[in-house]
T-cell receptor
């Protein structure tokens, strides 16, 4: 079983809609969770970190964490064409190492 | 977010030569640095983890004698691809974390696109 699994996508949403990205992880002891955005040909960019159960909002992005269900999600509200990218879920698996999901590619249709 | 600078951004080298890639944390002390490789349309593959002043820990299947990693200071790590071959052509990306343990965010460098001809 992979440590971090994401819905495979690709995910296509119309401009202005909500894009919903899901991620599950296998290590019940994980305490830190991150979402990265990667544009084609570029390196990943951190967009959200979340450590406690519940929701965390930052602009149009909301991360949701449920440790009991080992589930973390990212919502992108009012999706824009510039949000078209691959989104990577990352989970802390020990003191310093992150385990990444394979990524979900999002396309926002204008 | 914190800034991680990686150089060069793009390099073309001849088969059999060595290439050094630098990764610097510009505004924080990077206790741990990571080196990844990414092939087109594939996910990140962790190659090795390095902590300042100690030997790097390589992932299974990564040749430590081919991919030399040095983390000599809290702000600089280097990856040297020795005796490069065309199959080593890939996008190499470094990442750095500060000393706060698991709750510390990791930031990526811009990546280095290596082409071996």
């Amino acid at each position: 079983q992979k440590e971090v699994e994401q819905n495979s996508g690709p995910l296509s949403v119309p401009e202005g809609a909500i894009a919903s990205l899901n991620c599950t992880y296998s290590d019940r002891g994980s305490q830190s969770f991150f979402w990265y955005r990667q544009y084609s040909g570029k390196s990943p960019e951190l967009i959200m970190s979340i450590y406690s159960n519940g929701d965390k909002e930052d602009g149009r992005f909301t991360a949701q964490l449920n440790k009991a269900s080992q589930y973390v999600s990212l919502l992108i509200r009012d999706s824009q064409p510039s949000d078209s990218a691959t989104y990577l879920c990352a989970v802390n698996v020990d003191d310093y190492k992150l385990s990444f999901g394979a990524g979900t590619t999002v396309t926002v249709r204008a | 977010g914190a800034v991680v600078s990686q150089h060069p951004s793009r390099v073309i080298c001849k088969s059999g030569t060595s290439v050094k890639i630098e990764c610097r944390s510009l505004d924080f002390q990077a206790t741990t640095m990571f080196w990844y490789r990414q092939f087109p349309k594939q996910s990140l593959m962790l190659m090795a983890t390095s902590n300042e002043g100690s030997k790097a820990t390589y992932e299974q299947g990564v040749e430590k004698d081919k991919f030399l990693i040095n983390h000599a200071s809290l702000t600089l790590s280097t990856l040297t691809v020795t005796s490069a071959h065309p199959e080593d052509s890939s996008f190499y990306i470094c990442s750095a974390r500060g000393g706060g343990g698991g709750n510390t965010e990791a930031f990526f460098g811009q990546g280095t696109r290596l082409t071996v001809v």
